[in-house]
């Protein structure tokens, strides 16, 4: 297995279990109408370094026993599992965040009848966590292309 390959998964077994626990959280908040921002942030910054010391240190610890320089050369056939994962996942957050974007008049309604007494605020904390929420989706599957191409490769 390539060392890209285990970066890939290093990073899809990472982000699942930490951004899947976040996002459950913020949403289970919010629908219990408890939302609250420094919660949340709190919840944000443990979950970011978790996944950097995660992330970091798997990779480390991946390229020393692998014998693997960190962050070599790409080959040719890696390069084209780089961009076509590039296209992927570039092209599937631009047209997650059209959607976000088109989806907002009508959020942000809906969000300041539901927390009437501060609107402003929540509607502001939902907007960031749809916007991480699609990020995280989209370099989820950016990784994903990374690893089916790295299948079909082998």
Known sequence: MSFREKAAWIAVLTTLPVW?????????SYWALTLDSDDVLRRFLICMAITVVTLLGLNLLSAYLGKHQFGGDLDEAERAIDARANAIG????????????????WAATN??????????????IVAANVVLLIV????TIHELVH????????
């Open 111 to 124: 969000v300041a009848a539901v927390y009437a007494d501060a609107p402003v605020a929540i509607i502001g």
């Open 136 to 139: 995280v989706f989209s370099q």
């Open 20 to 28: 899947g626990y976040y996002f459950f959280s913020v949403w289970q």
């Open 90 to 105: 570039g092209r599937l957050l631009e047209w997650l965040a059209v959607g976000v974007a088109a989806f907002s008049p």
């Open 147 to 154: 690893i089916v191409g790295h299948r079909m490769m082998n």
